[in-house]
């Protein structure tokens, strides 16, 4: 009986291997690009950044805000009389946002990544964001369009600036 050479199965086996390495670098490259182009090795997607500030009003968590905004935007922020460049002006803001509101008003509240624009160390990125809420007793829905413009700082994406299209009309907060 002649023995078959193991070497061709050893090359289809390696060359099958490094195929399947391609594909998944592809994929994870591709998951860490949000504009077509790859994030800098070790630079953090700036989305995530948003989506923390966001959480940060959720469960009114003062820490998350310092640590995604500038202290230019937390001392310029516009959202209620309060002021946000400290944490007892970040809590007061948030009971100024819900004074006079029953305990069960808001019922939902969705944030939606729509597009992701970095340039250099800046980038851009808009949301859409929308919430049921109660009033008068009957559920309402609405959403609304967010820009945030963030800055890459020591390794981290912050937020310096945000704006929302209300009824065709950009405001800054």
Do not use: N
């Not at 310029?76 to 944490?87: L, R």
């Amino acid at each position: 009986m002649h023995a078959r050479p193991l070497w061709p199965y050893a090359t289809a086996l390696v060359c099958l291997a490094m195929l399947v390495l391609g594909v998944v670098l592809g994929l994870v490259a591709g998951l860490a690009s949000r504009d077509g182009r790859a994030l800098p090795a070790g630079v953090p997607d700036p989305s995530q950044a948003v989506l923390l500030w966001d959480r940060a009003f959720k469960i009114g968590d003062c820490s998350s805000f310092q640590d995604t905004t500038t202290a230019a935007f937390r001392a310029d922020y516009g959202q209620a009389e309060a002021d946000y460049s400290t944490c007892d002006g970040f809590y007061e803001g948030l009971e100024e946002i819900e004074d006079g509101k029953p305990a069960d008003f808001w019922r939902t509240y969705d944030i939606e990544i729509v597009e992701v624009s970095i340039t250099g160390d800046t980038a851009r990125i808009t949301t859409e964001e929308s919430w049921e809420y109660l009033d008068d007793g009957r559920e309402r829905e609405t959403s609304d369009t967010y820009t945030y413009d963030l800055v890459l700082t020591d390794g981290r994406w912050l937020i310096d600036d945000a704006s929302f299209l209300y009824s065709g009309d950009e405001t800054t907060v």
